[in-house]
């Protein structure tokens, strides 16, 4: 049977596993037995399974945290209009209150039509985050991208009267996932848009790499401080200068993780009123296999 040696390292490794102390750096597999070898590394795959499970959990409880936080004010804002509206109808009717009761109903439908957007954005964002869909990039012509991201934002654009200059007329691909890169894309087209000057333009440009193929959208909007482009794609980070525009601070970090994702990435150039320029890089080639996101 086995040598006592043996079977007193085995002890060993379990006991340093039980107290969360193993590392397989300890053990030198030249050394070890063939029992003690397999131990090593199911012991190994345990502790990577509990690293794994730590992070997932620390992952939740910041996500927990975060809706909390930005949930808190469009509920109390509903709350408080909702309220308001109430004693009005109990006061009594005439024109006065009629009118102010229709600035209520308004508040209320802004304020939950921006708990709707940030559900849905917290939505994405956890599924993303915890693995429950797939990106599954495959090959496919650059102007459909580009064509349909427009389509999303083409109505919020005219609302501002801004114009989309769309300068892409080629017929080159990328490998890339429809559903998740034209959320990516209509990020970034969103912005553009709510952070441009009332009648402006963006525009949409593509330089075609060996390696990648790079997509452009460019605006003349407020810009962007240089202290804040390494912020931005962080998750609920938003500027000072835009903390009283629309918007919860998601969408840049979701674009990001979705170009990960696929092997891409994002770059961005700006000066405080000049506008700003992002870059999406999508490589050219899918990989032999998907990343699940």
Same mark, same amino acid.
């Given at each position: 049977m086995?040598g !006592?040696?043996?079977?007193d !390292? ?18 030198d597999?030249?050394h070890l ?12 795959m ?15 409880k ?5 809706i ?5 004010t ?12 109430r ?5 009594? @009717?005439d024109?006065a209150?009629k ?22 954005s917290?939505t994405?964002l ?17 102007s459909?991208l580009?064509?349909a991201?427009?389509?999303?934002? !083409? ?5 501002r009267e ?8 080629g ?7 429809m559903?998740?890169?034209?959320e990516?894309?209509?990020?970034v ?5 709510k ?11 593509v ?17 962007? &401080?240089e ?10 980070? &938003?500027?000072?200068?835009v ?12 674009? &990001?993780?979705?170009?990960r994702?696929?092997n891409?990435y994002? &770059?961005?150039?700006?000066? @405080? ?9 999508? @490589? !050219? ?9």
């Amino acid at each position: 049977m086995f040598g !006592r040696k043996t079977l007193d !390292r085995v002890e060993h490794m379990l006991d340093e596993a039980i107290a969360g102390n193993f590392q397989e750096s300890d053990y030198d597999e030249t050394h070890l037995s063939k029992l003690e070898s397999k131990w090593k590394q199911y012991l190994g795959m345990s502790v990577l399974t509990r690293e794994n499970m730590e992070k997932e959990k620390e992952s939740v409880k910041s996500l927990v945290s975060d809706i909390s936080h930005q949930t808190k004010t469009p509920m109390a804002n509903i709350q408080l209009y909702a309220e308001l509206l109430r004693e009005n109808l109990e006061s009594g @009717p005439d024109f006065a209150q009629k009118s102010q009761n229709l600035k209520l109903l308004n508040e209320i439908g802004v304020q939950a039509k921006k708990l709707d957007f940030l559900i849905q954005s917290l939505t994405k964002l956890s599924r993303l985050e915890s693995n429950i869909v797939e990106v599954r990039p495959v090959r496919q012509k650059l102007s459909e991208l580009i064509g349909a991201a427009i389509q999303d934002v !083409r109505l919020k654009a005219e609302h501002r009267e801004i114009e989309i200059i769309n300068t892409y007329g080629g017929t080159g691909s990328a490998a890339y996932d429809m559903k998740w890169t034209k959320e990516a894309l209509g990020n970034v087209l969103d912005n553009a848009v709510k952070y441009s000057h009332f009648g402006g333009s963006i525009r949409i440009s593509v330089a075609e790499y060996e390696l990648y193929a790079a997509v452009s959208v460019k605006d003349d909007g407020i810009g962007i &401080r240089e202290e804040d482009t390494a912020k931005i794609f962080g998750r609920f980070y &938003r500027a000072e200068e835009v903390q009283q525009e629309d918007g919860v601070g998601i969408g840049l970090y979701l674009t &990001r993780e979705i170009l990960r994702k696929e092997n891409g990435y994002i &770059r961005v150039k700006s000066k @405080p009123g000049n506008g700003s320029e992002f870059v999406m890089y999508l @490589p !050219r080639e899918a990989e032999e296999f998907f990343h699940k996101c």
